[in-house]
C-alpha cells in the first residue's frame, strides 16, 4: 500500500523520532524536497498519494537522516536572513545564532558605501545577507578552502548579489595592501577535544572549520591581531565564538588595544559575538 502525504510523513517522524528533536519537521521537509512542493501544500493536499519511486526516494532519505547527516547535507540548501542558500560537507552549515552577527553589523553606524570583509565565508552566508540588505556595501568575501569558494561564488551567482566578491584566501594571505570599514568573521573556535564534535550535525561538518587550538581561541587572536593593518580607522571587527569564550575574546580584543569592546548575545540569550572598533595609531 502506497503513502498519501499525511502518512508519509506520521511514518517518517516515527521513525526519526529517536535520533531528532524535530523529526515530524525533518518528514516534512525530506518529503517537500522529493515533491518540490511548498510546505503549504502538506496542508493543502495530505490525502495525496505518492508514487512507488517517491516513496522509495523517502525511505533512503529518511534512512540517511536515521543515520544522523544533517537535513542541510540531504537536501543540499539551508534558509539563512530569508536566502535559500546551497550547501554541502565542505563547509560549515548556516546557523540561526550567526544571524545575530549580521543583526548587528546591520546596526553599525558606518559609511553608506562602506568596505566590507568576511572572513572564512564557507557558504556565503554571511556576506549575502549583509548584501541582500546593503546594497551600496563592497564585500569581499574569502576562504581557504578552494571548494568553499566555489559554493559561495555559485550563491552568489544564484542570488545575483553583484556588491560581493568572493577570493580565494587564507584569512588575509590574498588581501595585500586593502582596508575595511568593516570585518565579520564565524572563525573555527570548538575546542579540540569537545565532547560535542562527536554529537549532532557536526560529525559531518569539516573539522577545520570547527576546531582551532589554544582552547579554541587560536584563530579568533591570530584575526584580532591581523586585522589591525586591515581595519580603516574607526573600523569595526565582529566576531562570533563559543558562549563560554566571551570574556577571553573581551580580554584579547583590550591587549591588542581595541577600542569600545562589547559582546552581544545569541537567540538562545547565550554570549555570542564580541564587537570592538580599532583605532589607527596616525588618527589619535
Known amino acids: 500500500m502506497r503513502h498519501t502525504v499525511e502518512s508519509a510523513i506520521a511514518a517518517g517522524a516515527k521513525l526519526l523520532a529517536c535520533c531528532s528533536e524535530s523529526a515530524k519537521l525533518d518528514a516534512q521537509i525530506l518529503l517537500l524536497n522529493i515533491l518540490q512542493k511548498p510546505h503549504s501544500y502538506l496542508f493543502s493536499w495530505p490525502e495525496a498519494s505518492l508514487t512507488t519511486a517517491q516513496q ?3 525511505d533512503e532519505l529518511c534512512q540517511r537522516r536515521l543515520a544522523g547527516e544533517p537535513i542541510a547535507h540531504i537536501t543540499g540548501k539551508r ?12 563547509t560549515l552549515i548556516p546557523r540561526p ?3 545575530t552577527l549580521v543583526e548587528h553589523a546591520l546596526d553599525l553606524n558606518i559609511a ?3 568596505k566590507v570583509l568576511d572572513l572564512g565565508t564557507g557558504t556565503g552566508a554571511i556576506a549575502l545577507a549583509l548584501a541582500s540588505e546593503m546594497p551600496h556595501w563592497s564585500i569581499v568575501a574569502v576562504d581557504r578552502v578552494e571548494e568553499a569558494v566555489a559554493l559561495a561564488s555559485r550563491n552568489q551567482q544564484r542570488l545575483k548579489f553583484n556588491n560581493v566578491q568572493i577570493k580565494l584566501s587564507n584569512w588575509f594571505s590574498n588581501l595585500k595592501d586593502e582596508r575595511f570599514d568593516l570585518i565579520v568573521t564565524n572563525p573555527p573556535y570548538i575546542e579540540t577535544t569537545d565532547i560535542h564534535l562527536e554529537q549532532g550535525d557536526v560529525r559531518f561538518e569539516p ?10 581561541m587560536a584563530d579568533i587572536k591570530q584575526i584580532i591581531d ?5 581595519l580603516n580607522s574607526y573600523g569595526y571587527l565582529l566576531i562570533e565564538h563559543g558562549f563560554e ?3 577571553s575574546v573581551r580580554e584579547y580584543f583590550a591587549k591588542m588595544a581595541y577600542i569600545n569592546i562589547r559582546t552581544v548575545k545569541d537567540l538562545g540569550q547565550n554570549e555570542r559575538v564580541t564587537l570592538a572598533q580599532w583605532q589607527s595609531v596616525d588618527s589619535s
Open 56 to 58: 522509495a526516494q523517502f
Open 79 to 90: 534558509e539563512f536572513w530569508s536566502l535559500s542558500l546551497e550547501v554541502n560537507a565542505t
Open 97 to 99: 545564532d550567526t544571524e
Open 112 to 114: 553608506e558605501k562602506a
Open 207 to 216: 573539522r577545520s572549520a570547527l576546531v582551532a587550538d589554544d582552547l579554541g
Open 226 to 230: 591581523q586585522s589591525r593593518d586591515y
Open 245 to 247: 569564550q566571551a570574556q
